[in-house]
């Protein structure tokens, strides 16, 4: 017997989201569900996952994510268009390159804020002591 697939639970806090169907299909799906043991809503999330699956975590989503808070946030002088550039540059790259330099720039970038974070707080006066 093949393995049950794991599917995110649905419960009552997930989204809903009313749909027509077309005649007949409800009766198709119903007799799906039953036939692989779950519920008709099980059914058409698992049928769902199989068309929409989640986008796999990646350095390069990573990175994309990074540039776009900073851009947003005003933290660097970067635009769009330059986070575009850079991220069509990756692309490029060989499969086997790609991930680990999208990691090594986004760890840059996360290890450059650290530093900035660093300097800030040495150059705030020291906090009053109670002792």
Known sequence: MPE???IMSTGRESDKFMLRLPDGM???I???????GRSMNAEIVAT?????????PSYRNLLSM???FLIVEGLTDKTTDDKEELLARLDN?????REDTAG???KGIIDGLKAKVDEFERSQPAPFSDD
């Open 4 to 6: 049950k697939e794991e």
């Open 93 to 97: 790259l060989p499969a086997e390159l």
């Open 26 to 28: 409800r009766d198709r």
């Open 66 to 68: 990074t540039l776009d």
């Open 48 to 56: 769902l996952n199989e068309k929409y699956p989640a986008e796999e």
């Open 104 to 106: 090594r720039l986004t």
């Open 30 to 36: 119903k007799a799906a569900a039953e036939g692989s």
